[in-house]
């Protein structure tokens, strides 16, 4: 490792024990930006061992098997609010039921589509049937001697 800010110098020769945020990510299923929202909105995730660098944007390092802990409990830990979905899903899923609200609201336009047209056919056939009665009457009326 290159300029490293140790914050707990014990793990200092076991590097292969730490793991960075896009880890735990994959570790968890989610994105990095989740990751960074739990990293600054709950106090019990666990704390930076080092920082990799000297600049803002700097990787942090974690302790694997404590990243691993915070999860496990994480999802065993009742919510307090029920959530729309679960911030656990992969991405691929989430587009993956989108896909098939999509297909599911284009085979719905369809059906109402046909049935707009067979309704569009019957109201042709009505204006056909009025048409035709009226030219009736129309000759009906030429036909008719004007008193």
Known sequence: MSLVTWHRPE???REDELIN?????????????????????????PAVVAIQGNHTR???????????????????RPRSKPSCRTPARPRYEILTERAERAKRRIADEQQRMTSLYTELGKAAERL????????????????????
């Open 21 to 45: 945020q896009n880890a735990i990510a994959e570790l968890a299923g989610v994105t990095r930006a989740a990751v960074s929202n739990w990293i600054s909105r709950d106090p019990t995730f």
């Open 11 to 13: 793990f200092e020769s």
């Open 58 to 76: 700097a990787p942090r390092l974690y302790v694997l098997t404590e990243a691993r802990a915070w999860l496990s409990e994480r999802s065993s």
């Open 128 to 147: 056909k049937r009025a048409q035709d009665e009226l030219a009736a009457v129309a000759a009906e009326v030429q036909e008719t001697p004007r008193s």
